[in-house]
């Protein structure tokens, strides 16, 4: 499958690089990139880490605002200015920047997480705190539309 799917929980080593999970390391092949495109996530603690068809996907957004607005101009500064490129040395593994730390908290594990077309890296225990608030609201919308349903049949 050419989907980035599922987690792991990485050591960062002495020298401050992570190896990428094996089955993400084959996603990156097949795609063929040799550089890796990662933003910081906008609303948590995250990396959203892709190929350069992400950047891609990004820019083709930019371009259909606008370039006189300040929508256009902010979506350019984040995409552009909290992004980097990523390369993955010959054994997989990719360097923990500043960059990435500042904004994650990552000290000495990463969390992979797949997010389809693209994968996202944290700090364990900010990945564990996200997913039990997501799994929450998620149990409520799923609650709620069970209700719904139950009282729509009732009249």
Avoid: C
């Avoid at 054994?91 to 000495?108: A, K, L, P, Q």
């Avoid at 900010?126 to 409520?140: T, Y």
């Amino acid at each position: 499958m050419d989907r980035f799917l599922s987690s792991a929980i990485n050591r960062i080593d002495a020298k401050g690089r992570v190896s990428v999970p094996a089955h993400f390391r084959s996603v990156v092949q097949r795609r063929g990139y040799t550089d890796l495109y990662a933003l910081r996530a906008l609303d948590v603690p995250a990396m959203d880490v892709g190929g350069p068809d992400l950047l891609d996907r990004y820019e083709q957004r930019i371009a259909l605002e606008d370039p006189f607005l300040q929508t256009a101009d902010d979506m350019s500064f984040f995409v552009h200015g909290d992004g980097a490129f990523l390369k993955l040395d010959q054994d997989g593994r990719i360097t923990v920047t500043d960059f990435i730390r500042e904004h994650t908290g990552i000290v000495s594990e990463v969390a992979f997480v797949g997010r389809g077309l693209f994968f996202q890296m944290w700090e364990p225990e900010r990945l564990r705190a996200h997913s039990a608030e997501v799994r929450a609201r998620l149990l409520k919308l799923r609650q709620q539309a069970s209700q719904a349903r139950a009282a729509a049949s009732s009249e």
